[in-house]
Nanobody, 127 residues
Framework: QVQLVESGGGLVQAGGSLRLSCAASGRTFSSYIMGWFRQAPGKERDFVAA????????YYADSVKGRFTISRDNTKNTVYLQMNSLKPEDTAVYYC????????????????????WGQGTQVTVSS
């Protein structure tokens, strides 16, 4: 089992940047595919980005492609989400998630196949 703790959220003006971190407990962090999701008030929890176990492959929602970067440091059991050129529509609670599935597939973009979730961190972008 793994526990996930997000940090780095806050209030930022449009056009600004934030870096989210997600620290994982346990010694098997490198065996998980990691993802970031976000949920705005009254909306579904949507996929933002994901990264393969080694960090060599990354995947993004169209809405954040070119602005956000996901990365991981397996020596620190941490996954990051660098968010640049933030827009008011990026305002949401951001969650990291871990998946034990062996193979990358379309499941990556949905919530159902992630096994562990953090508590979330609030990101608010003012206009």
């Amino acid at each position: 089992q793994v526990q996930l703790v997000e940090s780095g959220g806050g209030l930022v003006q449009a056009g600004g940047s934030l870096r989210l971190s997600c620290a994982a407990s346990g010694r098997t962090f490198s065996s998980y595919i990691m993802g970031w999701f976000r949920q705005a008030p009254g909306k579904e929890r949507d996929f933002v980005a994901a990264i393969s176990r080694s960090g060599g492959n990354t995947y993004y929602a169209d809405s954040v492609k070119g602005r956000f970067t996901i990365s991981r440091d397996n020596t620190k059991n941490t996954v990051y989400l660098q968010m640049n050129s933030l827009k008011p529509e990026d305002t949401a609670v951001y969650y990291c998630a871990a998946a034990q599935r062996l193979l990358i597939g379309s499941w990556l973009y949905g919530r159902d196949d992630y096994d562990y979730w953090g508590q979330g961190t609030q990101v608010t972008v003012s206009s």
